[in-house]
């Protein structure tokens, strides 16, 4: 396939990179001029765009995006697949399609979860929302950069089970770190914490596969400095998305909103740049937010 790829920052430069691996003929823009081995390198959003049988966007966030559809999809061949895999908001996630179906293009929206990491070994999950010829147009290229394709729905329904997930997910291990602060109070080793929860009714992924106790549980970014992994602030933007989703829809999220307001503090103070995890040295280290002090 003749494939354009716009944004070519952290997880775009190595997605685009296994296409062209895979034999694709890939043209690659970014507005910070990244070259990418095997990419030939495109002047502009449009240059990529224009013509190609598929294009995809890995971008920042929501008002990035649309002002790129506004500047490509008039360019982009009818009956052609347009794949956003950036993460941003349901509501510019719909307009992107909108914009693409008036010009007779497909169109996915495809966030991803698995990382940097997952980017460069292949092995992404896609969580996409679109008509089922949209999503089976893009599959092939989904099948190379990732593991996995869910077809979550229709317009927004990829970036709505992405958000939902991660929102889970924030929830998830700020209540795991708070019980590991606890049972330090208490005097309960780690260990033995683990051993319990990763067997009982208190057992999920951010305990069993992802533990944020150094030395507990599988190797995980608390073994390793808490370097991410899944970065703090990056939790964050999903967060904030979960809970403008939920203000648009007006559905009662309070965990995610609480959630949101700990991540930001934790961001501010000192978070940016470590991994999620390292929620739980936050709260044992300055026995912020225990909400009882
Ligand atoms: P990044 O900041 O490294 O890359 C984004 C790239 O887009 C940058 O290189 C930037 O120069 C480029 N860009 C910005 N505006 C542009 C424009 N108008 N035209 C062309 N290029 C433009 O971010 P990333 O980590 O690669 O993440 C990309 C998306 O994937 C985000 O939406 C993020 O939330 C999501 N995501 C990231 C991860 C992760 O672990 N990094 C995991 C899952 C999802």
């Given at each position: 396939m003749d494939i354009g790829f716009i944004g070519l920052g952290n997880m775009g430069a190595p997605m685009v990179q296994n296409l062209a691996k895979a034999g694709h003929r890939v043209a690659g823009f970014d507005v910070a001029g990244v070259a990418v081995e095997g990419v030939e390198s495109a002047g502009s959003a449009k240059e990529a765009a224009n013509g190609r049988d598929a294009v995809i966007t890995m971008l920042p966030n929501g008002a990035i995006l649309q002002s790129v559809y506004d500047d490509i999809v008039p360019g982009g061949r009818a009956g052609s697949v347009f794949i956003d895999c950036s993460t941003v908001d349901v509501e510019s996630a719909r307009a992107a399609h909108e914009l693409a179906g008036k010009s007779g293009l497909l169109s996915v929206d495809a966030p991803v979860s698995g990382g940097i990491g997952g980017a460069a070994a292949g092995t992404l999950t896609f969580m996409a929302g679109g008509s089922r010829q949209s999503f089976d147009a893009a599959r092939p290229l989904f099948d190379i950069m990732g593991q996995k394709a869910a077809?979550?729905?229709?317009?927004g329904a990829g970036q709505a089970a992405k958000i939902c997930n991660n929102m889970i997910l924030g929830i998830s291990m700020i209540g795991v770190c708070e019980a590991f602060a606890l049972g330090d109070k208490l005097e309960l080793d780690r260990q033995k914490l683990f051993d319990v929860v990763s067997t009982s009714s208190g057992s999920c992924w951010s305990v069993n596969t992802y533990c944020p106790a150094p030395g507990v549980g599988p190797d995980s970014p608390a073994d390793n400095?808490?370097?991410?992994?899944?970065?703090a602030e990056l939790m964050l933007k999903d967060l904030l998305l979960s809970q403008q989703a939920a203000g648009a829809a007006d559905a009662a999220t309070p965990m995610g909103a609480l959630a949101s307001t700990l991540y930001k503090a934790f961001v501010e103070d000192g978070?940016?740049?470590?991994?999620?995890?390292a929620m739980l040295p936050h709260l044992t280290q300055r026995g912020f937010g225990s909400g009882n002090e």
């Open positions: 077809h979550c729905g229709g317009p400095g808490y370097r991410p992994g899944f970065a978070g940016k740049g470590q991994d999620f995890s």
